[in-house]
């Protein structure tokens, strides 16, 4: 259950990104995991609202973009999507390729809201 | 008109403000950034005093701690080794090390099942003598989640003992994928086991083709001394 950490490390993250920033309200948190990461996404959106609680982020919904494993291929220069398990090219069947995506583990983007602007009082000179 | 705080808006998010601009801030950044900062930090440090560290990853019982037993009596005195043994509690591993010329230093992690690199980074200027050529990084037992840290190790060998059957390359494809080299283990035990070595093979070169894949028994020595020449290789012996 490393989810726990991961989670805890997307808070982080998601604090040292807003910081210097207003933030009322921190609506959605969007990452991207491979299937290749390491990352089970139901134990990581399990997880997520236990790190979140008591940080500026608590209550944020967890948006997961599941990417597949695709494969580049040396022999073929085709990039696929392998047959899995394996790695193999799913054009030509040369097992000469190389991981192009899946072992993303990122944080993509943070959706909040700003603080409403203080009523502005009648007369008051900016 | 809201009925919460009976302003006139109705699509106000309430308890955190009111009504304020609805903002996407782009991060694309790693998750583990902070972990693979640290990372970066180790593996510069390890690379300028010519230290090669390999992340040991495993079940629990695959015999780690027995292969590493064995593996520093039979390099002591030709080349310097160290051991760091991560694991939830105690420093059992760390005292059956001990005594065979190589510095230990145990991490317990705690309720963590995994090392990471600001663990191992704390530990590296206490267990790497000047001598040192191969550090050993002892993960906890987990076929998951050490996988998914970079330690700023040279590279990962995954091992995978004879008693947990054939398949575990293709249940746990990230490790093995990220793997340099995978070692097989207990291998004094396959006459008593119903277990199918070409099976075994072909899953570890399906999910990694490729693979260097060694295969050995720590108990009786045999395939002991491909693992030595491979190690003496890393550290350029």
């Known amino acids: ?126 | 008109m809201c009925d919460r705080c009976g302003c006139g808006a109705h699509d106000h998010g309430h308890g955190h403000g009111h009504a304020g601009e609805h903002r996407t801030l782009q991060v694309e950044r790693a998750i583990l950034a902070h972990n693979n900062a640290h990372a970066a930090e180790n593996r510069l440090w390890l690379t300028q005093r010519g230290v090669v560290a390999i992340n040991l990853i495993s079940s629990p019982g695959t015999g780690k701690t027995r292969l590493l037993e064995q593996t520093l009596t039979a390099l002591s005195g030709t080349i310097g080794c160290a051991v760091i043994a991560g694991d939830q509690e105690t420093d059992r591993d760390a005292q059956r090390l001990r005594g065979r010329g190589a510095p230990v230093v145990q991490i317990e992690t705690g309720s963590a099942c995994h090392l990471d690199a600001v663990r191992v980074g704390d530990v590296l200027r206490e267990v790497v003598r000047p001598d040192t050529r191969l550090l050993f990084i002892e993960n906890v037992g987990n076929l998951v989640c050490p996988a998914a840290f970079d330690l700023g190790e040279t590279l990962k060998i995954a091992l995978l003992s004879v008693t947990e059957g054939e398949d575990k390359p293709l249940k746990y494809p990230a490790l093995f994928l990220n793997a340099s080299a995978a070692v097989i283990t207990k291998t004094d035990l396959i006459p008593h086991l119903e277990w199918d070595r070409e099976a075994c093979l072909a899953a570890l070169r399906t999910a990694h083709p490729g693979l260097r894949i060694l295969q050995l028994s720590a108990r009786t020595g045999e395939g002991m001394e491909a693992w030595l020449e491979f190690l003496k290789g890393l550290a350029g012996r």
């Open chain 1, 1 to 126: 259950m490393h989810e726990l950490s991961i989670a805890m490390a997307l808070v982080g993250q998601a604090q040292e990104a807003l910081a210097g920033r207003a933030v009322a309200h921190v609506d959605r948190i969007t990452v991207r995991i491979g299937a290749l990461s390491g990352v089970d996404p139901e134990a990581l959106s399990f997880a997520f609202p236990v790190a979140a609680a008591g940080t500026p982020v608590a209550g944020a919904e967890l948006r997961i973009e599941r990417v597949d494993p695709e494969v580049r291929c040396q022999a073929c220069g085709r990039t696929t999507q392998p047959k899995w398990p394996g790695t193999v090219c799913a054009a030509c069947g040369s097992s000469e390729t190389t991981l192009a995506e899946g072992r993303e583990m990122s944080l993509v983007n943070i959706e909040y809201e700003e603080p409403a602007a203080a009523p502005e009082e009648p007369g008051h000179v900016r």
